[in-house]
């Protein structure tokens, strides 16, 4: 059998790791009600829950953050079927070890006994790999489970979801981490030296991954330590964990959507707090501030003009300055924003305008405002009757500048917040002289 996978049969509690071995592999659940944070899973009411009861299990993925218990997870449910257990790392197999686990799998199932295939991090197998799951588990020689930290709606084929159950699996929040240590203070017999301000930020940092904050907790009982440790204290034995945050991944997109509709919904601390979340992770300044730009004109407009200015000073600023100093004009931007007042009428005129536009084809403006730059075209009526709205009373002519096959069309829709309250006054007192114009 090829060392890149492994078969194993169904764990036991009694298959306990050696007393040497790491804190969070002696920590490892020995059934599925001992997996922390995923009740809504595991519990009678959950999904996997209800399979075991029943029996019987069906293909599925498990999505979630690291250390969140997939592994665990995939390893109990062949404990708790009876199933032989084979486990795959995408990161290091390929398709001949995908071929020996389903030729072996075929042979097993020929003996009676079924095969739960977990395939880790499944979204590295490229496309046409992923393809290759597909004959194996419509004849249920394996019944596959694949973790993935990252959406599978963009990862994995649609075929391949489509015949299995998504599962996702929460982050880990504060009492499920306070579970965690708990156990490890009581399978070590000691308690960590920390005071309660410091286990609070200990559990903070572990960003809802169980196995990161094993792995410090296991720092923390091996070193010696005379008196219990305050924050200050904590950080300066425990390096800062960064903010698991894939610029490419769907961390990026959930955070960068998440500042979008918070300026959208007025709140500047929510704003401010998702733009710190991007930039202290390490993404890049500008573009923050490119979808802060964007987000004067589709969300604010003509409601405040001046936050596009804003915007583009702030970029002036960030390249005047660089980084960190240049990144408060980015905030700037952010929070003018985020407390002006909002209207997204110049976004739905464009697409209002750009769907009539390429319905009406190629329609000729009315004659009279052609440009006649030569006599056949004056001779053919271009620019005849055109009124100069400058020498007009208000400055203002009323004329009709609609093609002659098409009805005027109304695409902006100012709203009454903010300046474009008195651009909607304006053309509410422009459309009424076209009406005394007509009549």
């Known amino acids: 059998m090829s060392d890149l996978f492994e078969a194993l049969p169904p764990a036991t509690s009694n298959s306990r790791p050696a007393a040497d071995a790491p804190l969070a592999d002696r920590l490892r659940p020995a059934n599925l009600g001992e997996i922390i944070g995923q009740d809504h899973l595991t519990g009678p009411e959950g999904a996997i829950g209800r ?40 990161v290091f197999s390929g398709v001949a070890d995908l071929k020996k686990a389903f030729a072996e799998a075929e042979k097993m199932a020929g003996a009676g006994q079924r095969t739960l295939l977990f395939v880790d991090e499944i979204h590295r197998f490229n496309r046409a790999q992923q393809d290759g799951f597909l004959p194996f588990v419509e004849r249920g020689t394996v019944v596959l489970v694949g973790a993935t930290t990252e959406n599978p709606s963009f990862e994995l084929n649609a075929a391949l979801l489509s015949r299995s159950q998504v599962l996702i699996l929460r982050r880990l929040d504060e ?45 923390l009982l091996t070193v010696r330590i005379d008196a219990p440790l305050d924050p200050a204290g904590l950080a300066a034995l425990l390096h800062r964990r960064m903010p698991v945050y894939d610029k490419d991944r769907e961390g990026h997109y959930n955070l960068i959507s998440a500042l979008h509709k918070a300026m959208r919904g007025s709140d500047p601390q929510a704003s401010l707090y998702y733009l710190a979340r991007m930039l202290v992770a390490g993404e890049e300044p500008l573009y923050v501030l490119r979808r802060i730009t964007r987000f004067a004109s589709e969300d604010i407009g003509m409601a405040d003009p001046q936050a596009l200015v804003q915007c583009l000073a702030a970029k002036d600023a960030y390249a005047f300055l660089g980084s960190p100093e240049g990144e408060l004009a980015i905030v700037q931007a952010c929070l003018y924003c985020a407390t002006a007042p909002k209207s997204n009428a110049i976004y739905a005129a464009q697409k209002a305008a750009w769907k009539s536009a390429r319905a009406t084809g190629s329609l000729m403006p009315p004659p009279n405002i052609l440009n006649a730059p030569t006599k056949l075209m004056k001779d053919i009526g271009y620019g005849k009757g055109y009124a100069y709205d400058h020498d007009e009373a208000e400055g203002f002519s009323g004329a009709d500048y609609w093609p002659e096959e098409m ?25 009424k002289m076209r009406e005394d114009n007509r009549s």
């Open 51 to 90: 399979m075991v009861a029943a029996g019987k299990l069906s293909s599925m993925i498990l999505w979630g953050p690291p250390g969140t218990g997939k592994t665990s997870m995939a390893r109990l449910l062949g404990e708790a079927t009876g199933m032989r257990f084979v486990a795959i790392s995408a």
């Open 175 to 219: 009492a499920a981490l306070g579970e965690l240590i708990a156990r490890a203070e009581a399978l070590t017999g000691r308690s960590l030296p920390l005071t309660d301000d410091a286990r609070a930020a200990l559990i903070a940092s572990a960003d809802g991954d169980g196995r990161f904050l094993l792995n410090q907790v296991e720092t």
């Open 407 to 431: 009805d005027a069309q109304q695409f902006y829709r100012p709203v009454e917040r903010g300046y474009e309250a008195r651009i909607a006054e304006r053309m509410r007192t422009w459309e």
